[in-house]
């Protein structure tokens, strides 16, 4: 146990030091490309950006070299190649290991029962702080010329997400990670077959529970060994290559959303895990921190999902029955960054372009971003992508309000980064809330201390 506790320490505080150097180098490096663009030097700072940060797979890329862009991607994919085989077999195995029928339906239900619980909470704030600042003028109409016209996504109807629960396809569910509902169904839907049969069913019950057992040796590994080296390079590549320009007309949206996501995330999840968990909140806000800071740097929750299952097993006593199940779940279902984003994004684009905001049309706004946020793929800038199904939604679709959503685009990354700590924080919390109302939560290395 202790030496379980000292690796999960000094990870995290490898961690801890590679995020500070890479905010330290990666605004060095923002700083560097200002000057350089101002003095009219294009060419040196094309030549570094080439050298270094260049996404090789862009057309602008061909002839770059692209240092930090490879060795980021190629940790994110080594993390990603896994997730859906991860979460078939956690979920699967997860269900047929639970014998008892009324046992795996508490579970669900409290699982579910606490991702709505925290997603409408995070709803009912993000609209009381967004209809205060629009009520300050904060939100007046923006300067948005000169940007190109880019929804990124067209617009739909957020129920079709209820579509792609059951796939039509067995196959084509598992050859991409951007249907990863259909995934959870089919884990359930196997696990309750394998329960169901019992002792029928033993050769595959084994295969899975093998593949999950190399899966988590393989990504012990890569993250142990490679994952502060990943966080300094992504840190320093997302803000090498971001400019300053387009951030002032949204300032207001940047400041409110930031502020917003910070409280949720350091006060918010230590009351939900006090209150609906009934235990000291202090051991999960320690323990956690570097889960959060592997998502604010990864930006997705699907990368994040390995350390936060480790983390929450090993160092915070949930039994693996618990988070093999509400751990997958969470990353698909529980999305309180994003609804929190969404909104504020949403308010933000209406007061730009000249809609009123009232009461009545923020909580419609809340009812779109909790369905949509439901399915939003767990992938880096998911979320504002899935935002213009809110904004279609609502109508929001004039000129002047293609283009602040085209201003969200461009600056909404960090953001998109911090959305990503709430979210696999809040799968955590959950995590823990459950397990200690099933009595399967081990409270003395709950709070031991890290060495």
């Known amino acids: 146990m202790k030496k379980t506790e000292k ?9 801890a030091i590679a995020m500070v150097l890479g905010l330290i180098c990666g605004l060095a490096m923002l700083m560097l490309r200002e000057n350089l663009l101002t003095s009219g030097q294009t060419q040196t700072w094309a030549a570094i950006n080439n050298l270094l940060f260049q996404d090789i797979t862009a057309e602008a890329g061909k002839n770059a070299i692209g240092l930090f862009y490879i060795v980021g991607q190629l940790f994110v994919n080594a993390l990603q190649v896994i997730i859906v085989p991860m979460i078939f077999c956690s979920i699967a195995l997860a269900i047929c290991q639970i014998t008892d029928t009324r046992k795996l339906g508490r579970i669900s239900s409290k699982t579910l029962g606490t991702f709505l619980l925290t997603t409408v909470v995070a709803l009912v704030i993000a609209g009381a702080v967004g209809l205060t600042v629009y009520a300050t003028g904060a939100f007046n109409a923006v300067e948005v010329s000169g940007l190109n016209v880019s929804t990124g996504s067209s617009g739909s109807n957020p129920l079709s997400i209820l579509l792609s629960i059951v796939p039509n396809n067995m196959t084509s569910a ?7 509902l259909a995934v959870v169904f089919l884990a359930v839907a196997t696990g309750l077959g394998i329960n169901a049969l019992g002792s029928k069913v033993t050769v595959l019950k084994k295969l899975l529970q093998e593949i999950s057992d190399i899966i988590t040796v393989c990504l012990s590994y890569v993250i142990n060994k490679f994952g ?4 300094f390079v992504l840190l320093t590549r997302t803000f090498a290559i971001y400019g300053v320009d387009h951030l002032k007309p949204a300032l207001a949206y940047v400041v409110t959303t930031v502020l917003l996501l910070l409280a949720f995330l350091i006060v918010g999840y230590a009351i939900f895990v006090a209150v609906l968990g009934r235990i000291n909140p202090i051991p999960f806000v ?3 921190a570097k ?6 740097s990864t930006s997705s929750s699907a ?4 350390l936060n299952r480790k983390t929450v097993t090993e160092e915070l006593g949930v039994s693996d029955e618990i988070a093999s199940f509400t751990l997958p779940l969470g990353m698909t279902v529980n999305m309180d960054g994003t609804a929190i984003m969404q909104v504020i994004a949403a308010i933000f684009v209406a007061a730009s372009s000249g809609y009123s905001v009232t009461v009545s049309s923020i909580a419609i706004i809340a009812i779109l971003a909790l369905i949509a946020s439901i399915g939003t793929p767990a992938a880096p800038g998911a979320g504002a992508v899935i935002l213009f199904t809110i904004l279609t939604g609502m109508g929001y679709t004039n000129d002047a309000a293609l283009l602040a959503y085209s201003l969200i685009l461009a600056i909404n990354r960090p953001i998109e980064m911090l959305v990503t700590s709430l979210n696999v924080v809040g799968d955590a919390a959950t995590s823990v809330i459950v397990a200690r109302s099933e009595k399967m939560l081990d409270e003395k290395q709950y709070n031991a201390e890290q060495n």
């Open 7 to 15: 690796k999960g320490n000094h990870l995290a505080v490898k961690m």
């Open 174 to 180: 598992f050859s991409t990670n951007g249907q990863v």
């Open 228 to 231: 502060p080296l990943a966080i």
């Open 286 to 288: 320690k323990k956690i």
């Open 291 to 296: 889960v959060a800071v592997f998502g604010f």
């Open 303 to 306: 990368a994040t999902l390995p």
